[in-house]
């Protein structure tokens, strides 16, 4: 006799209005699986599902899960209190869905994500703070701090030199601000400007 278990319809109305579901929740909507179907067993984070049946399903439901996962604090859609605990921002996970993968979603779930992307490219563009260029004043502020924690570091005698603290800094940071000739430059001007402070 063949088995004719199926997965029920997911309720699409209750999943679109649920801003930080759990990881595995949003995996099983990505594979058309409605959640509660899942079994899921959480004990003391070691997570568990059992299923009446998966339908051929468990294998593209653990990839799923375990990239979701693993994603989730770079990508910008993680919702956890503490980073990599489960919980999903729905909004932003699919917008990257739509902009990052060539999952194909169930129609319900692509519509929903559309509407997400199209909200994002039409909400006006509000500049944060950060965006603000800086003021001299700021920009002044910003190197005396600079110059005061580099005396601190040399008065301790943590590193030697300044080409000493840049290689570290180097060493560490492997991004734009942290170049050797842009930490030259920022630590040459904090230091005038902390000897001219008023």
Known sequence: MANTFE?????WDYWSLKPYPNNWEVAGLVCNIPPNELNCFDVARDIDFAPLDWCGKEGQFRKRLNLISENAPYAGYDASEIAGWGKV??????????????????????????RFVNEQATKPQIPEERDKPKSPREETNDLRLIGALLDIIRKDEVYKSDAELIGDLITFYKSPPFKQRTLQERFSKAKKAIENID
């Open 89 to 114: 921002d729905m909004k932003q996970f699919l917008i990257w869905v739509r902009v990052k993968t060539r999952w194909v979603l169930p129609a319900e779930l692509e519509e929903i994500a559309l």
């Open 7 to 11: 997965f029920g319809e997911v309720d």
